[in-house]
T-cell receptor, first 112, second 111 residues
Framework: QKEVEQDPGPLSVPEGAIVSLNCTYS??????FMWYRQYSRKGPELLMY????GNKEDGRFTAQVDKSSKYISLFIRDSQPSDSATYLC????????????FGGGTRLMVKP | SAVISQKPSRDICQRGTSLTIQCQVD?????MFWYRQQPGQSLTLIAT?????????ESGFVIDKFPISRPNLTFSTLTVSNLSPEDSSIYLC????????FGNGTRLTVT
């Protein structure tokens, strides 16, 4: 079983829809949770970075962490065709170095 | 956050040759990290590079195949040796203090 599980998709939604992307994890020592967006032929771009359980909002993006359920989510409101990309969740346990453990990524397609 | 630059951005190499990838950070950093992203896959940590000491490799990655240099606090190289088609991937580096940001990576295709 992978430490971080993420539905690979593809997830196809119409423009303007609310998108929900999710990851589950098994290691309760993970303390930091990140979401990255990766366009084709580009490196991952950090979107959101959270430390504790709860919600964090940045524009159209909301990151949600539920440590008790070992579950994190990224919500995208009013999705745009430019949001079409692969979204990767990542986690870090600072007590075990600074490496990031990634989910497999979810490919999102927003259709105009 | 540190700005990370990698060279080359892409390369096509023949089987059996080697490719050295450079990672430059715009500020001094203690640790640098090398990741591999195979086609359609997520990122996997290859090794952690500290200045002045041997790199620390993750399970499944060995120094003979992926030698790393870390000559100073802003620069590191990763060499992928004895290339085979299975090495075709994107190779990315990141760096402390946050180790959260990546450059655009190096896209390697082995023919």
């Amino acid at each position: 079983q992978k430490e971080v599980e993420q539905d690979p998709g593809p997830l196809s939604v119409p423009e303007g829809a609310i998108v929900s992307l999710n990851c589950t994890y098994s290691n309760s020592a993970f303390q930091y949770f990140m979401w990255y967006r990766q366009y084709s032929r580009k490196g991952p771009e950090l979107l959101m970075y959270t430390y504790s359980s709860g919600n964090k909002e940045d524009g159209r993006f909301t990151a949600q962490v539920d440590k008790s359920s070992k579950y994190i989510s990224l919500f995208i409101r009013d999705s745009q065709p430019s949001d079409s990309a692969t979204y990767l969740c990542a986690m870090r346990n600072n007590n075990a170095g600074n490496m990031l453990t990634f989910g497999g990524g979810t490919r999102l397609m927003v259709k105009p | 956050s540190a700005v990370i630059s990698q060279k080359p951005s892409r390369d096509i190499c023949q089987r059996g040759t080697s490719l050295t990838i450079q990672c430059q950070v715009d500020s001094q950093v203690t640790m640098m990290f090398w990741y591999r992203q195979q086609p359609g896959q997520s990122l996997t940590l290859i090794a952690t590079a500290n200045q002045g000491s041997e790199a620390t490799y993750e399970s499944g990655f060995v120094i003979d195949k992926f030698p790393i240099s870390r000559p100073n606090l802003t620069f590191s190289t990763l060499t992928v040796s004895n290339l085979s088609p299975e090495d075709s991937s994107i190779y990315l580096c990141s760096a402390l203090p946050e180790a959260l940001h990546f450059g655009n990576g190096t896209r390697l295709t082995v023919t």
